[in-house]
C-alpha cells in the first residue's frame, strides 16, 4: 500500500480499514453518534472501499460497526443543516450517498454486512447493497424515511432486486422496523448468528470464500448478477454464453479442472 494511501487511512476519523488473513475489515467508528451517515463518513467510506479494492491481500470484505447500533441512518442534524440548501447541492449530496451504494453493489470484491445492532433507514441500506448479512436476533432493520416525510429513494433500486416488489412495497411503504429473524425471511438477512458467536461465525464464512473459491470467480459472478436484471432475454443470454466461454480459457478454470480430475483440494488463496 503506498505511502499516499496509507496517510489517508491513518487521517480517517469516523472510518477504519485493516486487513488480515485476507479479509478486509471495514468499521463504522462513530459510535457516540450511532454511527450515523454524515458526508464526512461516506466520504471516509468510499475511500475505505476503493482502499479494500485495490489491496492485493484482501481477498473478502467485512464491513462492521463499533458499538450497540450498526448504523441509525442519516445524521438527522446535518439533514436538518441541509434543508437550507439549494436543489444543486441537496442533490450533490444524494449523489456522493448513491455512488456509495452503488460502489459497494458493484465492488470486484464480496462484501459481508456483520449487523451487530440496530440497522435503520439509510444503515439498512448499506446492509442492503452487501452480498450478505450475517445479524445478531436482537437486530432492528428498516426503512423508516416516510415516517419522517422523506423517502427511501436510493435503496429501492437495490432493495427491488434483492427482495422483490411485494416485499419491497411492504418495507419502504410502511416504514415498519422488523426483527432479524424477519428480516431473513424477507431475504434481507442471510444468517442469523448470537452476539458472542458472531465475529467469529463472519470470520469462518470469509475465510472459506478466500480459500474455496476463485476470486476472479467470484468477482465475474457479482459483476453478472448485477448486469442480468437489466438485459432482454435474448441479450442476457448471449452475454452468459460469452462469460462461460470466456471462462473456460482462463488460468483459474484450468486449475480448478486440474485439481478435480486429480483429485486434489485447492486453496485458493495461494
Excluded at 479479509?23 to 450515523?36: M, V
Aim: hydrophobic share 45%; proline share 2%.
Amino acid at each position: 500500500m503506498d505511502n499516499i494511501l496509507t496517510q489517508e487511512l491513518e487521517a480517517l476519523r469516523y472510518i477504519q480499514y485493516e486487513c488480515r488473513d485476507a479479509i478486509g475489515y471495514i468499521t463504522l467508528n462513530r459510535p457516540e453518534k450511532r454511527n450515523a451517515l454524515s458526508a464526512e463518513m461516506v466520504t471516509e467510506l468510499k475511500l475505505a472501499f476503493d482502499t479494500a479494492e485495490e489491496d492485493e491481500n484482501c481477498k473478502v470484505i467485512v464491513l462492521r460497526a463499533a458499538g450497540n447500533v450498526f448504523c441509525a441512518g442519516a445524521d438527522l442534524a446535518y439533514i436538518q443543516e441541509l434543508q437550507g440548501f439549494g436543489y444543486t447541492d441537496n442533490l450533490a449530496d444524494s449523489t456522493h450517498l448513491m455512488q456509495l451504494f452503488h460502489q459497494i453493489y458493484t465492488l470486484n470484491k464480496v462484501v459481508i454486512a456483520q449487523v451487530q445492532g440496530h440497522a435503520l433507514a439509510g444503515g439498512c441500506g448499506l446492509v442492503t447493497v452487501c452480498d450478505f448479512a450475517f445479524a445478531v436476533p436482537e437486530a432492528k432493520l428498516g426503512y423508516t424515511e416516510v415516517k419522517i416525510g422523506f423517502l427511501p429513494a436510493i435503496v429501492s433500486v437495490f432493495l427491488l432486486r434483492k427482495v422483490g416488489e411485494s416485499r419491497a412495497k411492504q418495507l419502504l411503504l410502511t416504514g415498519d422496523v422488523i426483527s432479524a429473524p424477519r428480516a431473513q425471511e424477507f431475504g434481507l438477512v442471510n444468517f442469523l448468528t448470537s452476539a458472542v458467536e458472531l465475529d467469529e461465525q463472519v470470520q469462518q464464512f470469509a475465510r472459506r470464500l478466500c480459500v474455496e473459491n476463485s476470486a476472479q470467480s467470484m468477482e465475474v459472478t457479482k459483476e453478472m448478477l448485477a448486469r442480468l436484471p437489466e438485459m432482454p432475454l435474448e441479450d442476457s443470454l448471449r452475454y452468459v454464453a460469452q462469460l462461460n466461454a470466456e471462462a473456460r480459457s482462463s488460468l483459474d478454470c484450468r486449475r480448478g479442472i486440474a485439481a478435480f480430475l486429480n483429485r486434489e483440494k485447492i486453496n485458493w488463496e495461494n
